[in-house]
């Protein structure tokens, strides 16, 4: 009998050849380019630094393409939506201690967004590793321990031997659902000294499938083909797993109403009469999906954004389908499945019985008739307006990336995404300035579409360099910056708290001369004019700027 473990790959001579003589002059960053290379990598983002220099020196011996961004957060946001557009391990090449440190509020994001990041940072020399104080550069006492908290794995080189396994555990890690950032370091002296190791070829860390229990989906088909009023969450994991079709196969199977999750946007087509959109903050939709006698949940924790602000309170059985263990019943009780969203989805279309309701289509409309008459009674014509424009001035399948600034928060609700895997924003971690790096590495990922970005003033300040970027690459990238003087939803927020708020009011550039400064050029619109001057912008290649002097409201929350 033959087992798998027993079948060795046997060398041909040529490669056996090549092993034996490895081109000299090769040194421990040409293992980390080479693994990558050999893991599937085309494309790589980072800033260089003094302990990092033996990979970025590789990087000239190597057919990898390298994306150089001017800030490591911004080049870790770049990252996150590399690996969010492509389904790929983005790598994220970067420097020790201060380096370093700078993207961990973009490895935050990829992490609550689960979007595939290989973040490979480089160490003092491995002498000065162990916690003592020898006073290197950029010495910390324990580097990865600042990681640890924020990314899914931390993997620790200190020998050439080890740097190929390392990294192809790293990539298996960030690959495996849920996808997320993972953190490689490796010293300085291991990167930078000789190698007489062969060159690395072909590696093979592909994930396993997190496969649901039948017994369970079993359970859950036989809930949902016999439930009076069913209704469907689905959540980012939707989107990532490319699960859509099954979703929308499952929905009209059962008749089941499908609301979307602000990272879920595009799962589900907006125009659908089974679709109750995305407007989960809002209590006419949180009373519908508490209503429901089974509530399907795929692909979502049910967090704070998620659950009306932890007000939703389901009175039906819910069925939680999750590839993060931890999130299962986190929030509510449930029928708990541990599965990638598309094999569950599957395994439940292939299990749930027909069920007809000729009246979900009729109830669901009641719902979004009730929403859209409380946003007419609060005088909210320019937002809505100013949303329409951008949707109308955006290609159908361009992608588009927001920031944390009020027209985001309109469109998690309101914006129609049209198409799975199109709009992304950084809700999932909440800081400034991903927008517009995130738009750029979304450009390398695929230069055959124009990319949106979108900004507050205050939070296109976080991202300014990366016109430079944007200029050097050129990338075809239109970034709408909404100035309205300061940090408005914290404005907002503070004043409907206290009576007026504090330490939001900004002085800022004029962003027009600042963008045509950089070789971008760059337009100064209005409500009326914005749909012209977007698409106009959106249409011509290369990197664009269109800034939006306006002062715009949030809706009335209804979780208070």
């Known amino acids: 009998m033959t087992h798998d473990h027993d079948l060795v790959l046997r060398p041909t001579p040529a490669q056996t050849e090549a092993a034996l003589n490895p081109p000299p002059g090769r040194t421990g960053g040409d293992l980390v380019i080479e693994t990558l290379t050999g893991l599937g990598a085309t494309t790589v983002f980072g800033l260089p630094g003094q302990h990092a220099l033996g990979m970025f020196d590789a990087l000239r011996r190597s057919s990898l393409r390298y994306v150089g961004l001017r800030v490591e957060n911004n080049a870790g946001f770049a990252a996150d939506a590399y690996g969010r557009v492509t389904g790929e391990a983005a790598p994220l090449l970067l420097s020790t201690g ?37 006073g290197y550069l950029h010495e910390l006492r324990d580097q990865q321990a600042s990681f640890r908290d924020v990314v899914k794995s931390v993997h620790t080189v200190r020998t050439h031997s080890q740097i190929p396994s390392a990294i192809a555990a790293a990539w298996e890690s960030a690959l495996t659902a849920p996808h997320g950032p993972v953190w490689v370091e490796i010293p300085q002296d291991v990167l930078l000294a000789e190698t007489a190791l062969p060159v690395v070829t072909a590696m093979d860390a592909t994930p396993e499938d997190v ?129 990638d969203a598309r094999l569950a989805l599957q395994a439940l279309l292939e299990t749930a ?14 719902v979004l008739d009730k929403v859209a008459d409380r946003l007419a009674a609060q005088d909210l014509a320019l937002e809505r307006q100013i949303v329409a424009s951008v949707r109308e001035a955006l290609p159908s399948r361009a992608p588009s990336f927001w920031d944390m600034t009020i027209l985001a928060y309109w469109a998690w609700s309101a914006f129609d995404a049209r198409h799975p895997n199109t709009m992304h924003s950084a809700q999932g971690a909440g800081g400034l300035g991903y927008g517009f790096p995130a738009a750029l590495g979304a450009a390398a990922a695929d230069p055959t579409t124009p990319v949106l970005a979108v900004s507050g003033d205050g939070g296109a300040m976080y991202s300014i360099a990366e016109l430079a970027t944007a200029k050097q ?11 309205d003087g300061g940090y408005g939803i914290l404005r907002e927020y503070m004043t409907d708290a206290f009576g007026e708020a504090t330490g939001t009011e900004l002085a800022r550039p004029d962003f027009v001369a600042l963008a045509e400064s950089f070789g971008v050029p760059a337009v100064r619109t209005a409500p009326e004019t914005l749909t012209a001057d977007l698409a106009k912008a959106l249409a011509t290649p290369g990197p664009s700027v269109v800034v939006l002097p306006a002062l715009l409201r949030m809706f009335e929350p209804t979780h208070l």
């Open 98 to 134: 201060p380096g370093a440190l700078m993207s961990l509020a973009a490895l935050q994001e990829a992490a609550a967004a689960s979007a595939p990041v290989l973040a490979i940072g480089s160490q003092i020399p491995a002498a000065g590793l162990g916690g003592g104080r020898h």
């Open 473 to 483: 690459y050129g990338f075809d990238v239109t970034w709408l910056i909404v100035d």
């Open 353 to 366: 019985e027909d069920r007809t309701d000729a009246t979900a289509p009729t109830r669901v409309r009641t």
């Open 211 to 339: 496969v649901p229990r039948p017994e369970l989906t079993a359970v859950a088909a036989h809930l949902l083909s016999t439930a009076e009023r069913p209704a469907i969450i689905a959540g980012g994991g939707v989107v990532r797993s490319d699960a859509s079709g099954k979703l929308l196969a499952l929905a009209e199977k059962l008749d089941a109403p499908v609301v979307t999750t602000f990272g879920g946007k595009g799962a589900f087509p907006w125009e659908h009469p089974l679709s109750l959109q995305s407007w989960l903050e809002d209590r006419h939709t949180t009373d519908f999906l508490e209503d429901a006698d089974v509530l399907l949940v795929v692909g979502s924790g049910l967090g704070e954004l998620s659950s009306n602000y932890h007000t939703f309170a389901p009175r039906g059985r819910v069925i939680q389908i999750e590839a993060d263990a931890g999130k299962l019943e986190s929030n509510h009780p449930a029928l708990g499945i541990h599965a």
